[in-house]
């Protein structure tokens, strides 16, 4: 079995960029994807538009080229694709890896294909697998989604969304301008302080309008098959309801740093335990690079300012 110098768990920007800085400092490497190239975002609604120019969404100053300076979910699949094939990348996809167990000086990755043995393991795995949950009854109904792609699909519904942050926003407006029936619930007071600064006007005209429904400070209490439970300041209400997108944020795979030894701290944060000068977690050779360092503070970290790490972890295990 072949021993790599470096295995890298997790195929979006962030691990190919540190496949590329490892390519480049001459060590032996691979990436392992669980899904296609750049997983999490081709999971992304099929009409994003991301938040950063497409020159923060760079890696390894290779020219992102967008029609609009702000690229769309496709235009971004385009770019990291291109990256990975023009550099002939060493990447398994849809490999999902099971278990990484350290013995010694030497790590054993177990995937539900094969094992590799590695010197050094990267985890570059992102939050966007796992939802945050209601934990309410009827959050398993076939109605209710975590995660949302194309409004022509809820045409003529009525739909629930709930969150205040972009991807719910997004959502609401886009639903609503295919005909859907929108109903915003949010936990706070208003919509999120970080929505697009060119979107957050639209939803707040449409709310203020009445063409967008709205419950502040609400919290959802129960999803039946045609209707919403909702707290109200003004107390219990119902109202008809076809279809939820509760559009709450996701979260990183908690468990499997704990499995690797990853300390996190005691507290709603859960910050996992790295240097920072590093990226070195407590467990010696083991790295984090990514939006996995932020723990739950998922608004922390992007790519454009955590394409870094790659260089980071590289100059790193060349100098061990």
């Given amino acids: 079995m072949k021993k790599f110098d470096v295995v890298i768990v997790g195929g979006g920007p962030i691990g190919i960029a540190c496949g590329l800085e490892a390519k480049k400092k001459g060590l032996s490497y691979l990436i392992i994807e669980k899904g296609p190239i750049v997983n999490s975002l081709f999971h992304y609604p099929s009409n994003m538009q991301f938040f950063s120019s497409s020159e923060k969404l760079e890696i390894d100053e290779i020219p992102f080229i967008s ?42 990755i177990t995937t539900n294909k094969k094992s590799y043995t590695a010197t050094n393991v990267v985890i570059a795995t992102g939050f966007y697998d796992l939802p945050n949950t209601l934990n309410i009854p009827g959050e398993d109904l076939e109605k209710v989604k975590h995660y949302y792609d194309n409004p022509h699909y809820y045409a003529q519904q009525k739909v629930a969304v709930i969150g205040a942050s972009n991807s719910a926003i997004d959502a609401a407006l886009e639903c609503y301008r295919k005909g859907a029936e929108v109903t915003l619930i949010i936990r706070g007071s208003e919509v999120g302080q970080r929505v697009k600064y060119w979107v957050r006007p639209d939803i707040i005209n449409r709310i203020e309008e009445g063409s967008i429904k709205v419950f502040y400070n609400a919290t959802l209490k129960e999803i039946k098959h045609t209707e919403l439970v909702i707290d109200t300041p003004e107390g219990v209400t119902t109202i008809e309801n076809d279809f939820v997108l509760a559009l709450t944020g996701y979260k990183p795979n908690f468990e499997f740093l704990e499995q690797l030894g990853v300390s996190l701290s005691n507290d709603e944060k859960r910050l996992p335990n790295y240097d920072q000068e590093t990226m070195e977690t407590n467990v010696p050779n083991l790295f984090l690079a990514g939006v996995i360092c932020g723990g739950m503070e998922t608004h922390k970290w992007f790519i454009e300012n955590s394409r870094i790490h790659a260089k980071m972890i590289m100059d790193t295990i060349l100098k061990k």
Avoid: C, G, M, W
Avoid at 76 to 105: C, G, M, P
């Fill in 67 to 108: 029609k609009e300076p702000k690229p769309k979910r496709d235009e971004a699949l385009e770019y990291y694709r291109r990256i990975v094939t023009s550099n002939h990348l060493n990447i398994h996809l849809f490999e999902k890896v099971q278990s990484v167990i350290k013995s010694d000086s030497t790590f054993e």
